[in-house]
């Protein structure tokens, strides 16, 4: 018989939620900025992985939202907007209509040529924003100067110090990871993990496979728009490298890394990426190098990423 | 025209250049009849199949469903007029459960495939459906199970409840007994025959096996180098010196 309702274990998210949010009262303020960072890459991984794991598209353009995200906010606060909630709203806007158009034109190809397509379109938004200097200030990126501050019982909170900031981010972070976690359990998420699967089988059973893959590439983009406003807070910039095809490669490693089968492996995924780049850069400037070494034989002995070939091994049996 | 034909074809034909894989087909499948569609390998029966179920539009002809035009319409619009087929290869979703293979065709059926929250398990229009369309096909007690797991012939089975789901009036299946052991083409025989009887679907199959064609079929079609060259009953056929020389005499000792 079918179980009338499928278990999910909360137990792991709300001991993982405890710890991140008593965690700064404990490490290093340093520390406590990497952990933004994380956070804020955990969501853009899990967005990108919305795509990579449950649809089974290969997105390498990511980036050209996470900018767009960055830039709408940046622009938003030199011109003097202060209200949060307004440039969040924008950000995820403006990365979702970009999400849209990619999508619409990029959503006919399969794997390897899906994934040049969205890398063509996140170097040409790289290229915008590399070469308007007007709007976007050319290489040297956006400064902002001042952050919006929010009333929180009465008194005015600002996000100047790492410890507010790293709040704000948790904050904003838990809410898009519960809101892709209700998409991907939501019967729409069901539809796209059965694209991954078999498209064609899909498209026989009476979906319309073009305008679904291009529903959740739109939100996969808008979360990665809401990363990007929350990285150029935390910045205080927008910088064209976040357009450029190595930053939209990010999400894709720590998404292996982590595991594509787990809701949460992206971002042990970033967990990983950050630690292993602040362990290396204490011995040598080519991280990336050593990161290669590290990437190769994880690859090769979790083959469904840590967090996946873990928990698969210990907590229950995978297919096969 | 009779408007007891559930589906009908006009003219059909389909050519790959100047290669005519199919031409001037016409047929007529009545409500409720299983009829079977048979051929040598290369008489244009897959084509036949992919160019009436939406797989790709046919060059010339019309096919007509329930007596709307469905000609050249995509796959997906031709399930919602309710046409709906198997594969020769089998075509399911590997890493999902035998219930989760079954919501997705609900799920599309229902108009919920946009809808961003909730949970499946608790949709009772869903789930109740889901549970009748596997005890169909007899697959209720393995509703949990991951189909990658599953036996040969009950990924086939898995096939039959997802083509099954959305109540088609019309079904095509391609080869569904292909690869099978003879214990499981038994009881696949006897599935469509009491599909067929219970819920008035209407089938229409390409076979190899002729025992299968022959205990399942009321009407048989034969295509042969891309025409129809013959159809009947069971019996018209194996009477038909015609079908014998091109067909049935090398393959069959009937």
């Known amino acids: ?320 | 025209m009779s408007s007891q034909n559930v589906l009908r074809i006009e003219n059909l034909g389909h050519s790959y250049g100047k290669f005519k894989v199919i031409e001037d087909i016409s047929l007529a499948i009545h409500q409720g009849e299983t009829s079977a569609l048979i051929g040598p390998n290369g008489a244009g029966k897959t084509t036949f199949y992919n160019a009436i179920s939406g797989k790709f539009a046919p060059t010339r002809g019309k096919v007509l469903l329930n007596g709307e035009d469905i000609t050249g319409l995509p796959a997906h619009r031709v399930v919602d007029k309710g046409m709906c087929r198997s594969f020769q290869i089998t075509n399911i979703f590997s890493e999902l459960s035998v219930a989760e293979n079954v919501f997705s065709p609900l799920i599309i059926q229902q108009k919920k495939h946009f809808k961003l929250s909730g949970n499946i398990y608790r949709d009772k229009a869903i789930t109740e459906k889901t549970m009748h369309t596997l005890e169909q096909v007899g697959l209720a007690d393995r509703a949990d199970q991951v189909v990658a797991n599953l036996a040969y012939g009950d990924k086939r089975l898995v096939e039959m409840a997802i083509v099954l789901a959305r109540d088609p009036s019309v079904v095509l299946l391609d080869e569904p007994t292909a690869g099978m052991n003879p214990e499981e083409t038994e009881n696949m025989i006897a599935l469509i025959k009491r599909l067929a009887k219970n819920s008035g679907t209407t089938f229409f199959i390409t076979e190899h096996d002729m025992k299968v064609v022959f205990s399942l079929a009321e009407r048989i079609y034969v295509l042969h180098q891309g025409h129809l060259l013959a159809q009947g009953t069971p019996e018209q056929i194996r009477a038909n010196a015609q079908v014998q020389e091109a067909y049935l005499g090398r393959k069959v000792h009937a």
């Open chain 1, 1 to 320: 018989m079918m179980s009338s309702t499928r278990r999910h274990n909360l137990l792991g998210p709300a001991v993982l939620c405890l710890v991140l949010l008593m965690a700064p009262l404990f490490i290093p303020t340093y520390w406590t900025m990497i952990l933004s960072e994380i956070l804020i890459m955990g969501l853009m991984a899990i967005s990108f992985n919305l795509l990579l794991g449950y649809t089974g598209l290969l997105s390498f353009g990511q980036g050209a939202f996470f900018g767009m995200g960055a830039y709408s906010a940046a622009l938003m606060l030199q011109a003097g907007y202060q209200n949060l909630l307004l440039i969040l709203l924008v950000g995820i806007l403006a990365a979702l209509l970009a999400a849209l158009i990619v999508g619409f034109f990029s959503v006919r190809l399969d794997e390897i040529f899906f994934a040049m397509i969205t890398l063509g379109f996140g170097m040409l938004f790289f290229s915008i924003a590399h070469n308007w200097l007007d709007v976007t200030g050319g290489s040297d990126g956006l400064p902002v100067f001042t952050l919006p501050s929010v009333k929180f019982f009465g008194s005015e909170l600002t996000f100047y110090t790492p410890i507010n900031m790293y709040y704000l981010v948790f904050t904003l972070v838990l809410v898009g990871i519960i809101l892709l976690w209700l998409i991907v359990h939501s019967p729409f998420g069901l539809i796209l993990t059965s694209l991954r699967e078999n498209k064609q089988r899909v498209a026989f059973i009476g979906g319309n496979v073009k305008i679904l893959r291009v529903v959740a590439f739109a939100l996969s983009g808008a979360f990665t728009g809401l990363s990007g406003v929350l990285f150029c807070l935390f910045n205080n910039m927008a910088t064209p490298e976040f357009m450029h095809w190595s930053f939209s490669a990010k999400p894709v490693i720590m998404s292996i890394i982590g595991g594509t089968g787990v809701f949460l492996g992206p971002l042990f995924g970033a967990a990983i990426f950050f630690v292993l780049e602040q362990v290396i850069i204490q011995f040598t400037e080519n991280w990336m190098l050593f990161l290669g070494i590290v990437l190769v034989p994880i690859v090769l002995f979790f083959p469904q990423g840590v967090f996946g070939t873990l928990r698969n091994r210990f907590f229950k049996q995978g297919v096969k």
